[in-house]
């Protein structure tokens, strides 16, 4: 007949060998094992083991060891968590942030960049839309960011682009004898009156030689820069648009000052080289 403490034993060997079925058996030598109605139970199940929480506890050849679980690190009875971002043990892309955790860790891909951690690509946020660049600047991607640059015309920082007035700043390119108006990202260069040419260059108008002076017939045109003169002939007054002829009586014809006018039939008129 059975002892009653020797089945109790039994029973509680029994009850911890089936909670603890995860823990490692080594078969290798009989002793490791004690044999009851059939169970196997290793020394690892009785109460007096104390590896730590985060140890798995293994038995060879009748000895007993803790050994700390992958992430962890100590002696078994006491275990503290490895820091695989601080001693480079991670895995992550250079790319990413290595973030430890109890017993692991995490790989997270930078600002800019997309994947697991491991693995990280740049994000191409021009082409994605998801860049911050004003209606008036030009989006230029680069590895891990982009960059925003105020088109022709404009000033600011990219995100913020004003109309830029080259005709106070002196930026445009108009000729000196040619006016510059601004317009909304540009400017237009017109030539002065008296100049012709696409505003940036100009040239002189010869308006005595192509006829575009409005000299009276009896007036000098005098080309000037950018203009002309009118001066009435020698006999004749005016402003040289309107030139009229002077009245001058003289006994001597040939001393006459102006033209010579003579009286016939109640009207003067000019007299003529013909006697």
């Known amino acids: 007949m059975i002892n009653s403490k020797c089945t109790t034993r039994i029973l ?20 490791d094992m004690i ?11 009785i109460d007096n083991i104390t590896c730590e929480v985060n140890a798995v506890c293994t038995v060879t050849n009748g000895s007993i060891t803790c050994d700390c679980i992958e992430g962890y690190q100590g002696n078994g009875t006491a275990c503290s968590d490895t820091d695989e971002c601080v001693n480079g043990t991670d895995v992550c892309n250079w790319k990413s942030t290595c973030k430890n955790l109890l017993g692991s860790y995490a790989c997270e891909c930078d600002i800019g960049y997309t994947g697991n951690g491991t693995l990280c690509e740049d994000i191409d946020e021009c082409s994605k839309g998801l860049d911050n660049c004003d209606v008036n600047a030009i989006c230029i991607n680069n590895d891990g960011s982009f960059n925003c640059i105020c088109e022709t015309g404009y000033t600011g920082n990219g995100t913020s682009c004003d109309d830029l007035d080259e005709c106070s700043t002196g930026s445009d390119s108009c000729d000196v004898n040619a006016n510059c108006v601004n317009t909304v990202g540009s400017f237009i260069c017109a030539c002065k009156t008296g100049y012709s040419g696409n505003g940036v260059t100009c040239t002189d108008i010869e308006e005595c030689s192509n006829g575009s002076d409005n000299c009276d017939a009896n007036a000098d045109c005098g080309n000037t820069d950018g203009s002309f003169t009118c001066v009435c002939k020698t006999g004749y007054t005016g402003n040289g648009t309107t030139c009229k002829g002077n009245l001058l009586f003289s006994l001597n014809p040939e001393t006459a000052v102006g033209p010579i006018r003579e009286c016939c039939n109640g009207e003067f008129r000019d007299r003529t080289t013909d006697t």
Do not use: K, N
């Open 12 to 31: 509680i060997l029994r009850s911890i060998a089936i909670l603890i079925s995860q823990t490692v058996v080594s078969a290798q030598s009989t002793t």
């Open 35 to 45: 044999s009851t109605t059939g169970f196997v139970l290793d020394e690892c199940a």
